[in-house]
């Protein structure tokens, strides 16, 4: 009996559009948020910006904006839907380096929510804060 045409391979080797990809391995949760991170250009595959629909192949390295951080990830396996965590973390190499401990980032001095404006003095103290 042959396969039906209804049925879709989730594992597939022919290219697919780099924002359903990004969806398919779990790393936005909808596809329209893979598609707007394409459009405000936080999406680089092979070191160029991408486009919602440039297709990725397997090798393929992808470079992704999360949280201020780029993530570095390789194509191993093109995926068309949504898949088990585990059969996602085989379709993707993740090469990214470990973040810096959070000791290692500077904070940014941040006022209490309600307290109006800052006086001329704390203003002075946060221009010399910021080094002006």
């Known amino acids: 009996m042959a396969d039906s045409p209804a049925r879709v391979d989730p594992q597939r080797v022919d290219p697919v559009r780099i ?7 779990r790393q936005f949760k909808t596809r329209s948020a893979a598609t707007a991170a394409c459009r405000a250009g936080h999406v680089r595959v092979n070191g160029e910006r991408a486009k919602a629909a440039q297709p990725v192949r397997p090798g ?6 999360v949280d201020g951080f780029d993530r570095m ?3 191993r396996q093109t995926l068309v839907k949504r898949v088990s965590a585990t059969v996602a973390a085989t379709a993707v190499e993740d090469r990214t380096p470990a973040r810096p401990p959070r000791e290692a980032v500077p904070t940014v001095p941040m006022r209490d929510r309600g307290a ?11 221009d010399r804060l910021r080094g002006r």
């Open 73 to 75: 990830l390789v194509v």
């Open 60 to 65: 393929d390295e992808v470079r992704v904006r």
């Open 19 to 25: 924002d359903a990809w990004l969806w398919a391995v």
């Open 116 to 126: 109006g404006r800052p006086t001329k003095r704390e203003r002075r103290d946060l």
